[in-house]
């Protein structure tokens, strides 16, 4: 069974993540769940990105990496969304990574080192019609495209952070198929 690092959307640690999270454990696995926003969630994206704005993304962004210094290494790191940008660091920088799951987003590969690791597998999840995931698509193209350890899903429709089933963007059949892929990955590595 895998030990998952995941980061939270940037709509804070909602009760949906907090279900994918359940989900993750009943199938066997270890979860860790950082509240990045201590304690708040918004009602919005743009509410949500306004207080990370305001505590600082760098400090936000700083809070998730503590919350992996605190475990050992061997981990599966997962973000939603915001999540990914903490996520995706600690997979291409942090010794001894199982493996990510970046799910709605992805950052250039070279943000954060030459190639993506050899040996660590990724899968990257997003909708083809999300404003915010079609911004990311083409670096999510070249990841998987760099490494046989890759797998990219793009799942018909728009919305964004469709797998969280306490907000309104929930889509039960791409969320159920993102979770059978995600509980595949976690079941290899």
Do not use: N
């Amino acid at each position: 069974m895998a030990d998952v690092l995941l980061y939270h959307h940037i709509q804070g640690l909602t009760d949906g993540v907090r279900a994918f999270a359940d989900d993750l454990r009943q199938a066997g696995h270890t979860v860790h769940t950082p509240d990045l926003f201590d304690g708040r969630t918004f009602d919005s994206i743009e509410e949500g990105f306004e207080f990370a704005r305001r505590t600082g993304l760098d400090e936000v962004r700083e809070r998730g990496a503590a919350a992996a210094a605190d475990l050992g290494p061997g981990l599966v790191y997962a973000g939603f969304s915001f999540g990914v940008t903490i996520a995706q660091r600690l997979a291409q920088t942090r010794p001894g990574a199982r493996g990510a799951l970046l799910m709605y987003s992805c950052i250039p590969v070279a943000e954060f080192g030459q190639a993506w690791p050899e040996g660590v597998p990724v899968q990257i999840h997003g909708k083809e019609g999300d404003e915010f995931f079609d911004e990311d698509l083409p670096a999510a193209r070249e990841l998987a495209a760099s490494t046989t350890a890759a797998e990219l899903f793009v799942y018909p429709g728009d919305q964004h952070l469709f797998a969280d089933p306490s907000l309104d963007a929930y889509d039960p059949e791409a969320a159920g198929l993102l979770m059978e892929r995600v509980r595949a990955f976690l079941a290899s590595v």
